[in-house]
């Protein structure tokens, strides 16, 4: 198998790991976020919820991606990648809060950004420019 096809195996398992691990986190802790989520304990709540299912997410990728492409994440690749995680939420946050997207919208438009960038990584990898 080329090195190549090898981090796109790796990205696209890792991401599809990643994105049931964010899954499953909000599916377990979702129960317990009072129902008017617009207060100020239930909005932390939620906001907490999400970090911590995007930051296993990004866990469950790296797991993955580490593991068939052979090598070990740094310091800078964890940086990289809570850096890049939270950057998209904020900028979902923000898109959805100015109206110019739905929360379903701006989640899907998250979680191909995170794409990208998660390509891009294990692209760069490869290549040696990562």
């Known amino acids: 198998m080329t090195p190549g096809l090898r ?24 129960r317990i976020v009072p129902p008017d989520g617009t207060t100020g ?5 939620l906001v907490a919820m999400a970090v911590i299912s995007g930051l ?10 580490t593991r068939i492409m052979g090598f070990v994440a ?18 979902g946050a923000g898109l959805m ?8 919208e701006a989640l899907i438009l998250m979680i191909f950004i995170l794409f990208a960038l998660g390509g891009w990584a294990t692209h760069g990898r490869v290549t040696g420019e990562g």
């Open 7 to 30: 981090a796109l195996l790796a990205h696209a398992a890792g991401f599809v790991s990643g994105l049931f691990m964010a899954w499953a986190i909000i599916n377990l802790l979702g």
């Open 74 to 91: 740094g310091r800078d690749w964890w940086i990289r990648g809570v850096g890049a995680v939270l950057g998209v939420m904020v900028m």
């Open 56 to 65: 296993a997410g990004l866990v469950a990728w790296t797991m993955i991606v």
């Open 97 to 104: 809060l100015a109206g110019i997207f739905a929360p379903a």
């Open 41 to 45: 304990g239930g909005m932390a709540m």
